[in-house]
C-alpha cells in the first residue's frame, strides 16, 4: 500500500502534533502501528540533551533566544522509511513512538489511519487549551483609545 504524497507542510504539522501529543496515547498507537511490522531500527537515540529556544517578539518581530529547553529526539527506520522525532522533557519511550508513528503515515502502513486520528485529536485538544486560556485572559485586556 502506497502512501499519497506527504507535502513539507503536512509532514510539519504531523510531527508538531506528535511532538505534543498525549504520551499515552501515542504509546497505544505506535505499539498498533508495530503489530504487523518487523521492530523498528533505531539509528540514533533517543538522546536527550537541550536546544536553545528562539521565540519573535510580537510587536517588533525580532527573533531573540529565551533560553535552552531539555529535549528528546531519536531516529528510527520503520517499514522502509527513516524519520525522526523530537519531544520536549526526557520521555524516551514517546519520542521513539512519535518517530515510528510519523514513519507509519508516511510508509502509508495499516496503521496511518489512527495515526492521523491522533493528530486530529491532539490538534483539537491544544486549540482547546488555547481558547480556554484566552477565556481567562479576555476579562484582562486593555483597550486603549487614541485621542486626535
Same mark, same amino acid.
Given at each position: 500500500m502506497?502512501?499519497?504524497p506527504t507535502t513539507a507542510t503536512e @509532514?510539519? *504539522?504531523r510531527a508538531s502534533m506528535l511532538a505534543? @501529543? &498525549?504520551a499515552d496515547a501515542l504509546a497505544e498507537v505506535a505499539?498498533?502501528?508495530l503489530v504487523t511490522a518487523p521492530a523498528p531500527q533505531v539509528h540514533h537515540g533517543p538522546d536527550v540533551g537541550t536546544i536553545m529556544l528562539t521565540v519573535r517578539e510580537p510587536v517588533e518581530t525580532t527573533r *531573540?533566544?529565551?533560553?535552552e529547553v531539555l529535549v528528546t529526539r531519536c531516529q528510527v527506520e520503520h517499514r522502509g522509511v527513516t524519520t525522526w522525532a523530537m519531544r520536549m522533557?526526557? &520521555?524516551r519511550a514517546s519520542t521513539l513512538a512519535a518517530a515510528v508513528c510519523d514513519a507509519e503515515v508516511? @510508509?502509508?502502513?495499516? @496503521?496511518?489511519g489512527t495515526v492521523e486520528r491522533l493528530v486530529t485529536e491532539t490538534r483539537r485538544q491544544l486549540d482547546a487549551e488555547r481558547a480556554e486560556e484566552w477565556r481567562e485572559l479576555e476579562p484582562t485586556i486593555v483597550a486603549f483609545e487614541e485621542m486626535d
Open positions: 502506497t502512501a499519497p @509532514a510539519t *504539522f505534543q @501529543a &498525549d505499539d498498533e502501528c *531573540f533566544h529565551l533560553g522533557g526526557d &520521555d508516511i @510508509a502509508g502502513g495499516p @496503521a496511518a
